[in-house]
């Protein structure tokens, strides 16, 4: 029997092949949860480029229904609250009960600039309404039904660039650090009512999101030459590699277990020693 045997996980922005959202949704699968997965289509934004052989969420579903788990796929918005309350009815109605929530959906790469203050409002707004008012939204519609039964484990996805700056991205840099103050607000209110809230702030990993930023952000060294991901991730990152999936799933699965009832508050990196703190 897994640890998370019974229980009910909602994750947001899932449909992508080699995302983390994917990864954390077969995680806790196998660690027994069922689980229900959202994107904003039936395949993500990346997930359209991929071979025709992936559906996005349906593939994720299939995934999980191989594990022994029920599994279900939702098309949500995280900026149209109408949605949000959809799905959370829609679990509610078909599986019951919501235990972990994960909020992974992430707003589109921002466009390369050579100035962050050249960013456009409509950008930034999107950084923000997706990356940061989308969690709160479904925040907002998760956390009544969990006070009700007086459990529950929220994690939300930042990033290391919620902890130190990402130049020329000052909106995705605005919403990871406003998700570990969000993390904070809530886990200091919710912890008298048996609820953990905590960030996970991946690092460099390998999935399509990272793949689709890589030309955008080409590094380049001392001399102006370009340095591919890998070889940057061997000179900047101890560890000497990027991560995966698995590395941040492998963190969700704990925190949502019964090991970690007495941690919360908390903005967990996991980047291989890249930022120390």
Not at 57 to 66: I, K, M, Q, R, Y
Not at 107 to 128: D, F, H, K, R
Not at 235 to 244: C, I, K, M
Request: charged content about 25%.
């Amino acid at each position: 029997m897994g640890v998370l045997e019974g229980q009910v996980a909602l994750i947001t922005g899932a449909a992508s092949r080699r995302g983390i959202g994917r990864g954390i949704a077969l995680a806790l699968a196998e660690a027994g949860a069922d689980v229900v997965v959202t994107d904003i289509g039936r395949r993500s934004l990346v997930a359209r480029a991929e071979s025709a052989d992936w559906r996005g969420l349906d593939s994720v579903v299939d995934e999980v229904a191989a594990r022994g788990r029920r599994g279900l796929g939702l098309e949500v918005d995280v900026r149209r609250e109408a949605d949000i309350r959809a799905a959370v009815a829609a679990t509610l109605e078909r599986l019951g009960r919501i235990d972990i929530l994960v909020n992974n959906a992430a707003p589109p790469q921002e466009p390369s600039v050579e100035a962050g203050w050249e960013v456009t409002e409509e950008e930034w707004s999107t950084q923000l309404a997706v990356g940061l008012t989308g969690a709160f939204l479904v925040c907002r519609n998760v956390i009544p039904h969990m006070v009700e039964r007086g459990s529950g484990t929220i994690v939300n996805m930042s990033s290391v660039a919620g902890k130190r700056p990402l130049p020329r991205r000052p909106g995705y840099n605005a919403a990871k650090h406003g998700i570990i103050g969000l993390t904070r607000c809530f886990a200091s209110e919710l912890a008298p009512r048996g609820i953990t809230v905590n960030a996970i702030c991946p690092g460099i990993i390998d999935t399509d999101r990272g793949h689709a930023r890589e030309q955008p952000m080409q590094r380049v060294d001392a001399l102006g030459r370009p340095v591919s991901p890998e070889e940057w991730a061997k000179r900047e990152v101890p560890a000497g590699h990027r991560g995966t999936p698995a590395d941040i799933a492998n963190l969700a699965v704990f925190l949502a277990s019964p090991a970690s009832r007495y941690l919360t508050g908390q903005a967990i990196s996991v980047d291989g020693g890249w930022y120390m703190a």
